[in-house]
Each structure stands twice: as C-alpha cells, then as structure tokens.
C-alpha cells in the first residue's frame, strides 16, 4: 500500500499539510516574483542590498583597487544609492574574487538583473537535484525548498549562500558516479567554509577511509584554479584579506548566531571563544561518523551532520541557513507524520512574518538553526518508529 505522500496529485487527500505547503509556496513565489519584477525598475534597490558588495569587489578588481579597502568600499557604495550607514565588503575568501571580477565590467543594475537570475538558478537546481535523490516522489514536499525563508532573503539579499547551497546538492548528486566532478563542486561550498566546519572534517576522514581519493583531487583542483585566478587579477588579495577579517570592524561585529552569542556573553574580547562549538561539534561529528562509517550515506547522515555544522558555526547570518534545504527536505520525505510537514510549514511562514518586522541584524534569529535541528530531529524519530510506518506494497 502506497503511503499518502506517494500517492499521485489527482489522487491526494486534500488535507491540511497539503494545504499549508501550498500556501507557504504560494506566498514565497508571490514575493520572489515581486521582488524579480522590482530589481530593474527600482533606482536603489540594487544598491541596497548586499550584491552591491560584490558589484563594488568587482569593480575595483577592474580597476587595480584592493576588494578590501573599507574606505575606498564606502564612497563607492554611497555614490552607487546605498542607503545605510554601514559599509558592505565581501567576506568570502580570495578564491571567489573571480566570481566577482566580471561584475566589474557591467553597470549596477544590469550586474543585479544578472546576479539574482543565477542565484534563482542555483535554488531551482538544488531543490530539483535533492528531490532527484529521494527518487523524485510525486507530491508537494520540495515546494517547502522553494519557500524556505533563508534561501529567499538570500536571494532578495544577493548573497552568494545559494551558491553553496548548490554546490552541496552537486556533491550530494555525484559522490558515488562522478568523485571528481563531486569534489570540484565542493568549491562552491568553499565560498562560504564557515558552514561546513564539521561536515568537512567527516568528508574528510571519510575520503581517508573509503579511498575515495578524486573527491579531495577535485577540490583541490578548483582551489588551486580559482586561488590562481585571484592572484592573477589581485596578486596581493590574501594579505589584504587577512587584514580586512582581523580588524576591529569586523572582529567586534555581533552576528546572531549562538556561536558569536556565546562569545559576546562570556567574554566578547576573546574571539577564540567563537570557534569552540564549531571544535566541539568536530569532535561530536566525528564520532557520530565512526559508529556509522560502514554503511555512509552522506544525502542521509550527512543531514544531521550539515544541521550541526550550521549550529556550530563560528559566524552564520540567518540568509546561510539556506544551506540546510536538502536535509529538512530529507527529513520531510521519510517522516509519516502529516502534523510534522505543517510544524516545518508553519515555521516557516513564522520566518517570513519575523523578516517583515525584524532585521536580519538582530538577535531574535538566535532560535532558527536549533529549530530546523529540533525539527529534523522530530520528523527522523517518526520515521524511525515501528509504528509511523505504514505497511509498504512491494509488488
């Protein structure tokens, strides 16, 4: 027998899970389309939001300026309509200058036309690629990819967590046909290195002992290729880098995640304190890695894994969750319970109602990433039981 999820469209009990997914995916395309339609009719909608970041990095590469030059990043931000008083500089480490170095040669608001069209690409690709993975069921479930609020304000935001959200399904897709290929994608990951703390170390000990040695020669390649990119149109944008992360700016910056929240309330002035849940969540991963090691399945364990990774991380802005898409999508394919797709659907849309009154800025997303733990959590428990499982037709 069939479970209600695999059922086909035409033959679906409408019920209230159906209902809330369709409604939450129904208002996140409303507002995507919106947004889409407003970029190249806006004057400084362009200009103020975070591409504007990546626009100025490309333009000074352009014109032999350093990406990382905070003043010379503000007067070109300002004469560009940015709004806000804070300066926006790309936080991404130098290998992703060249992402950003043909912006340099387009005008602002056709580079954000451009920008926000790749970053849709990015999500539409990853939720179909995840849904792929669990045998692309014929039900409503990777609408609630599409909808999750992380992924949309990075895009309204243009920041480049969807690039690695795309690179994580890349990996996800190939690791067993294609290592090589799996392990260049993972450069895309590497845009944003914070997120995937413990992940990479149990990429690593797992590469180790499966021998699955073209993953780490892949990735290592698109470093290798990307750094001498950077240091062909920035031969100093390492030293400038390092500079640019250790200043006063951006080491006393508060970014609502436990990890700086837990720093800032013991002992602000001690920066190391941020990376201890990340070190933690090592040593944590790796023994949930050991006892799990024989039968691996990084789409399955590694979901929880990329949770704590996102829970551990030593800074991760509430848009970089988006990268927790192909495990709460996971989750929601092998739970049985109904209830558990509209608590996801719900929090969601608390999300979305939370964005329209509070800044990404401020501490009151502190509750998010442990939510979407919490909630996998939940919906792996039900699939687990004996008794959420309906009786399975295998003729």
Same mark, same amino acid.
């Given at each position: 027998m069939a479970s209600k999820l695999d059922?086909?469209?035409?033959?679906?009990?409408?019920?209230?899970?159906?209902f809330s997914i369709a409604a939450v995916a129904g208002l996140?395309? *409303?507002? +995507?389309?919106?947004? /889409? $339609?407003?970029?190249?009719?806006?004057?400084? &909608?362009? #200009?103020?939001?975070?591409?504007?970041?990546?626009?100025?990095?490309?333009?000074?590469?352009?014109?032999?300026?350093?990406?990382?030059?905070?003043?010379?990043?503000?007067?070109?931000?300002?004469?560009?309509?940015?709004?806000?008083?804070?300066?926006?500089?790309?936080?991404?480490?130098?290998?992703?200058?060249?992402?950003a170095y043909?912006?340099?040669?387009?005008?602002?608001r056709f580079a954000a036309i451009l920008w926000t069209l790749l970053l849709l690409a990015c999500l539409l690709i990853s939720v179909r690629m995840v849904r792929g993975l669990h045998g692309s069921p014929p039900n409503r479930i990777h609408w609630l990819g599409? *909808?999750? +609020?992380?992924?949309? /304000? $990075?895009?309204?935001?243009?920041?480049?967590? &969807?690039? #690695?959200?795309?690179g994580l399904a890349l990996f996800l897709h190939f690791y067993r046909s294609r290592p090589f290929a799996a392990g260049a994608a993972l450069w895309l990951c590497a845009l944003k290195p914070q997120l995937f703390v413990p992940f990479s170390v149990v990429l690593l000990a797992w590469v180790l002992i499966t021998r699955r040695y073209k993953i780490v020669a892949g990735?290592?390649?698109?470093?290798?290729?990307?750094?001498?990119?950077?240091?062909?149109?920035?031969?100093?944008?390492?030293?400038?880098?390092?500079r640019m992360m250790h200043s006063p700016a951006v080491e006393n910056?508060?970014?609502?995640?436990?990890?700086?929240?837990?720093?800032?309330?013991?002992?602000?002035?001690?920066?190391?304190?941020?990376?201890?849940?990340a070190t933690l969540g090592c040593v944590w991963a790796l023994i949930y890695?050991?006892?799990?090691?024989?039968?691996?399945?990084?789409?399955?364990?590694?979901?929880?894994?990329?949770?704590?990774?996102?829970?551990?991380?030593?800074y991760c802005w509430f848009y970089d969750q988006g990268v927790a898409i192909p495990a709460l999508l996971e989750g929601a394919y092998v739970t049985r319970s109904r209830k558990l797709l509209v608590v996801l659907a719900l929090t969601i849309l608390g999300t979305d109602i939370e964005l329209c009154a509070?800044?990404?800025?401020?501490?009151?997303?502190?509750?998010?990433?442990?939510?979407?733990?919490?909630w996998y959590l939940f919906a792996r428990a039900s699939a687990a039981s004996p008794a959420a499982r309906p009786p399975q037709d295998n003729t």
């Amino acid at each position: 027998m069939a479970s209600k999820l695999d059922l086909p469209p035409a033959q679906e009990r409408r019920d209230f899970a159906e209902f809330s997914i369709a409604a939450v995916a129904g208002l996140a395309l *409303a507002l +995507t389309i919106l947004f /889409i $339609c407003a970029v190249p009719l806006a004057g400084n &909608l362009a #200009a103020s939001r975070d591409f504007v970041s990546y626009w100025v990095t490309g333009q000074q590469l352009v014109h032999h300026g350093n990406p990382y030059d905070r003043n010379a990043i503000a007067a070109l931000e300002h004469s560009a309509g940015l709004t806000v008083k804070a300066v926006l500089i790309m936080r991404n480490p130098p290998w992703a200058l060249p992402l950003a170095y043909p912006l340099g040669f387009l005008g602002l608001r056709f580079a954000a036309i451009l920008w926000t069209l790749l970053l849709l690409a990015c999500l539409l690709i990853s939720v179909r690629m995840v849904r792929g993975l669990h045998g692309s069921p014929p039900n409503r479930i990777h609408w609630l990819g599409f *909808a999750f +609020t992380p992924a949309l /304000i $990075c895009l309204i935001m243009g920041q480049t967590s &969807l690039f #690695a959200l795309l690179g994580l399904a890349l990996f996800l897709h190939f690791y067993r046909s294609r290592p090589f290929a799996a392990g260049a994608a993972l450069w895309l990951c590497a845009l944003k290195p914070q997120l995937f703390v413990p992940f990479s170390v149990v990429l690593l000990a797992w590469v180790l002992i499966t021998r699955r040695y073209k993953i780490v020669a892949g990735a290592a390649v698109a470093i290798v290729l990307s750094s001498a990119a950077a240091f062909l149109i920035d031969a100093s944008a390492w030293p400038e880098y390092l500079r640019m992360m250790h200043s006063p700016a951006v080491e006393n910056e508060f970014i609502p995640c436990l990890s700086d929240a837990f720093r800032f309330w013991l002992r602000p002035q001690a920066v190391w304190l941020q990376y201890l849940p990340a070190t933690l969540g090592c040593v944590w991963a790796l023994i949930y890695f050991w006892r799990r090691r024989r039968g691996w399945d990084w789409a399955q364990n590694g979901s929880l894994l990329m949770l704590v990774s996102l829970l551990t991380a030593p800074y991760c802005w509430f848009y970089d969750q988006g990268v927790a898409i192909p495990a709460l999508l996971e989750g929601a394919y092998v739970t049985r319970s109904r209830k558990l797709l509209v608590v996801l659907a719900l929090t969601i849309l608390g999300t979305d109602i939370e964005l329209c009154a509070v800044r990404v800025t401020s501490p009151l997303y502190l509750w998010t990433a442990p939510a979407w733990l919490a909630w996998y959590l939940f919906a792996r428990a039900s699939a687990a039981s004996p008794a959420a499982r309906p009786p399975q037709d295998n003729t």
